[in-house]
């Protein structure tokens, strides 16, 4: 057995993973975010489960609605920490 076969797999986590933890974290809905966002719940349903990525002007309103770094929601890389949007 060689060593990488020792050593486990790290998942890594695609945008739809990190919308729907950054949502769950919130403690948001997503009928709510649907409201936030002004679209229909059908297609943050799409975003969350991959079916369709998100815009980039969709992925920095939901960074600032879940409190979650842009950078990470898109990307996968830390960032900076917005402010939470309650609405």
């Not at 719940?41 to 799409?46: A, G, L």
């Not at 969350?48 to 929601?73: C, D, F, Q």
């Amino acid at each position: 057995m060689s060593i990488l076969q020792t050593v486990p797999h790290t998942p890594e986590f695609d945008e739809a993973d990190r919308l729907r933890k950054a949502l769950r974290e919130a403690e948001v809905s997503v009928n709510d975010m649907a409201e936030y966002l002004g679209v229909s719940r059908n297609t943050v349903s799409r975003w969350i489960n991959g079916a369709v990525p998100a815009k980039s002007h969709v992925m920095r309103l939901w960074a600032m609605r879940t409190g979650v770094p842009y950078e990470w929601l898109a990307a996968g890389r830390p960032g900076k920490q917005p402010r939470a949007c309650r609405s």
